[in-house]
């Protein structure tokens, strides 16, 4: 999967301290910008490591790259000087680019370049992550000291990076946990420790009313005080609860028999855990009561016709049996 960053990264605060989107979009423009003004270079991007594709992939920001160009701007991650340095960690300062022959290097018209890989975790530890490329279309040639100065903004940009590839991880997670959620054929409603709804599916909108919106305290919008007290007891008391409840749709006057089940919703810190909400869900068992109730009074009703034939059975026999008596 790979870890690349978009121009736009979704909005999300649920996280503490974790940096927001434009946070980390502002800090890597700085530092690029900064990065080139230092090394006084005409382009500077960095590349992230694709794990599906095997690829070094051209990231935003840039400077001194046409988005044209940039846009699926790829390198093999094994080979050519950009992958040997990825492979090898080891940074490179090739001044008279003309003897390699490479795409990208007629592409950008690239004289001379510095190349320094991206990596994170503690040392002896540490993983991957891509490159930073600087390069230039003029003569000027890049020094030990250019590499020294691009070794310190390297952390700084790895760093940042992987900030980023973490936000991007959790938030697609969230999307995808939150797609499945919704997508549920049983409803389902969450209820943050504030007693607010912070998500409900459709099931349980069409189950609840249309007042029942993300933000809305339950207590006013779920009528049923069955389940206003199984949510009231999870957020308040921390108890876990399975109830049947029935309840009526408003504009109907057939009643619904729901299997509830609420638990508590905790907080992923393995430091302080903590309850955050609770969750509640709804499986209409309706129609699985009625067939109870069906097959229940089929028994019943067989039962009653069989034994009225069995006590005529039982009389005739008897009768059979004292004449049999008699007659010896």
Not at 119 to 129: A, E, K, R, V
Not at 179 to 201: E, P, W
Not at 272 to 285: K, S, T
Request: negative net charge.
């Amino acid at each position: 999967m790979t870890t690349s960053i978009p121009d736009s990264l979704p909005e999300d605060d649920s996280r503490e301290g974790m940096p927001t989107a434009d946070e980390m979009s502002d800090t890597l423009q700085r530092l690029l910008l900064r990065l080139t003004s230092i090394l006084q270079a005409e382009g500077c991007m960095f590349l992230l490591y694709d794990d599906e594709q095997k690829s070094l992939i051209a990231q935003t920001p840039a400077h001194g790259i046409n988005d044209s160009d940039l846009q699926d701007f790829r390198l093999s991650a094994s080979k050519g000087v950009c992958g040997s340095t990825f492979v090898s960690r080891k940074p490179l300062i090739e001044n008279d680019a003309s003897k390699i022959n490479e795409s990208w290097i007629s592409q950008f018209r690239v004289r001379n370049f510095i190349i320094y890989p991206l990596t994170t975790g503690p040392y002896g530890q540490q993983t991957p992550l891509g490159l930073v490329l600087a390069f230039n279309h003029k003569t000027d040639h890049f020094s030990h000291d250019d590499l020294r100065i691009l070794a310190v903004m390297a952390r700084q940009l790895s760093v940042v990076i992987s900030d980023a590839s973490t936000y991007l991880r959790f938030s697609e997670e969230k999307e995808q946990l939150h797609a499945t959620l919704l997508s549920l054929g049983v409803a389902l409603v969450m209820v943050d420790i504030t007693g607010h709804i912070s998500l409900i599916n459709d099931a349980a909108s069409r189950l609840l009313g249309k007042d029942a919106l993300v933000g809305v305290a339950y207590q006013k919008v779920i009528e049923n005080s069955q389940i206003v007290d199984l949510l009231h007891a999870a957020i308040r008391h921390g108890e876990e609860r399975q109830q049947e409840v029935e309840m009526t749709l408003p504009g109907t006057t057939t009643p619904l028999i729901l299997q509830t089940q609420t638990a508590l919703v905790r907080s992923q810190n393995t430091h302080f855990p903590r309850v955050i909400g609770a969750v509640a869900v709804f499986n209409d068992i309706t129609e699985i009561r009625n067939l109870e109730r069906l097959k229940t009074s089929f028994v019943s009703a067989v039962s009653h016709e069989l034994r009225t034939p069995l006590t005529a059975i039982k009389g005739f026999v008897t009768t059979l049996l004292q004449d049999h008596e008699n007659y010896f």
